[in-house]
């Protein structure tokens, strides 16, 4: 199993507020994704945070077996919620400050995923799929019949999130498992308001290294305008990282 991850400013903004991490834990993989919220205060700490907390909790409960992955995930962005309103309420300065997540813990090929906000996982073989549905006004629209799938791309409210960590006393993630055949790959919407899913498709088809997967996927979001921060991890059993 080989993992990479890879964060960049984009070309707009001066600060980068995404975070990511890949680890070995033993037997297991951890890949996490964090988009600290754009307009908030300090969302480059509140990203930093929920990693490192994520990380934390998921070392201190491996091992563990497949069935238990699920509530350990549960447990660490629970924590990392906790760990930012923390420091939030500590410093003035912080107030206010949020961030998505999209995390994995993957097991030989078997990925077991969690996601609060608008980062996604996607997993991409013969085709692409979208692993994660958003937390968001969007889909919530979407859902109910309001907008179409179309509609929501360009919507002038598609980066409200129904949920982040650091800006409630709860957090509700939602859970998927995922078997791997191709390359597991998660993203903060920097990447994906930039690059269509047949694009992201096409790139890790036709590359044959994670780090040149990762670092063409964000040099093509900076191509079509980098507005956003980027950052992405993938995963796969079958190529070099």
């Known amino acids: 199993m080989n993992t990479h991850g890879l964060t960049d400013v984009g070309t707009k903004r001066d600060t980068n507020e995404d975070a990511v991490l890949t680890a070995s834990i033993g037997g297991q993989h951890l890949l996490v994704v964090a988009d600290g919220m754009g307009g908030h205060a300090a969302g480059d700490v509140a990203s930093d945070i929920a990693t490192n907390k994520i990380k934390e909790v998921v070392e201190s409960s491996l091992p563990a077996t497949e069935a238990e992955y699920e509530a350990i995930l549960e447990n660490a962005i629970t924590e990392a919620n906790e760990e930012i309103r923390s420091h939030a309420a500590d410093d003035p300065s912080l107030s206010g400050m949020g961030t998505t997540v999209v995390a994995a813990i993957v097991d030989g090929t078997e990925a077991t995923v969690a996601n609060v906000g608008d980062s996604r996982c996607y997993h991409v073989d013969d085709d692409i799929e979208q692993v994660t549905v958003d937390q968001s006004l969007v889909q919530e629209l979407v859902e109910a019949g309001e907008i179409t799938e179309t509609e929501a791309k360009d919507h002038p409210q598609r980066n409200v999130v129904s949920q982040s960590l650091g800006t409630t006393d709860g957090v509700?993630?939602?859970?998927?498992?995922?078997?791997?055949?191709?390359t597991l790959l998660l993203c903060s919407d920097g990447l994906t308001e930039e690059v269509s899913d047949s694009v992201i498709a096409r790139i890790v088809s036709e590359e044959t290294?994670?780090?040149?997967?990762?670092?063409?996927?964000?040099?093509?979001?900076?191509?079509?305008?980098?507005?956003?921060?980027?950052?992405?991890?993938?995963?796969?059993?079958?190529?070099?990282?």
Request: glycine letters at 10%; charged letters at 15%.
């Open 172 to 182: 509700d993630p939602d859970f998927y498992t995922q078997t791997i055949a191709g």
């Open 209 to 241: 290294a994670l780090a040149d997967t990762a670092e063409a996927l964000v040099h093509r979001a900076n191509q079509n305008g980098g507005s956003d921060n980027i950052t992405v991890a993938v995963c796969t059993s079958s190529i070099e990282g």
